[in-house]
Nanobody, 123 residues
């Protein structure tokens, strides 16, 4: 029903910047919230950022506040994650996700997931 495709991942040096994109297709509602999660080897998938399509409210994990910024372009059904001042600990597979109700922070509340894009930050 809903397909999400991430792009923009790659290799970047510490202190650099990268922008991830998530394109949505299929059934999409303005009330859906969109989020970014990440998973590093040996760790649980964790919340990074979220945005409400209808309200324009944004939410961030403490670890990325002031460095990462989430935005949207509803005309393109696309959500972005601008990542600045990248650190080696930001290295992970980044996933785009969507949900209509529930917690912005919980991975268990999201209904749709992309395939993920690898972000590697070298020191």
């Amino acid at each position: 029903q809903v397909q999400l495709v991430e792009s923009g991942g790659g290799l970047v040096q510490a202190g650099g910047s990268l922008r991830l994109s998530c394109a949505a297709s299929g059934r999409t509602f303005s009330s859906y919230a969109m989020g970014w999660f990440r998973q590093a080897p040996g760790k649980e998938r964790e919340f990074v950022a979220a945005i409400s399509w209808s309200g324009g409210n944004t939410y961030y994990a403490d670890s990325v506040k002031g460095r990462f910024f989430i935005s949207r372009d509803n005309a393109k059904n696309t959500v972005y994650l601008q990542m600045n001042s990248l650190k080696p600990e930001d290295t992970a597979v980044y996933y785009c996700a969507g949900r209509n109700t529930g917690s912005y922070y919980s991975k268990y509340e999201y209904d749709y997931w992309g395939q993920g894009t690898q972000v590697t930050v070298s020191s």
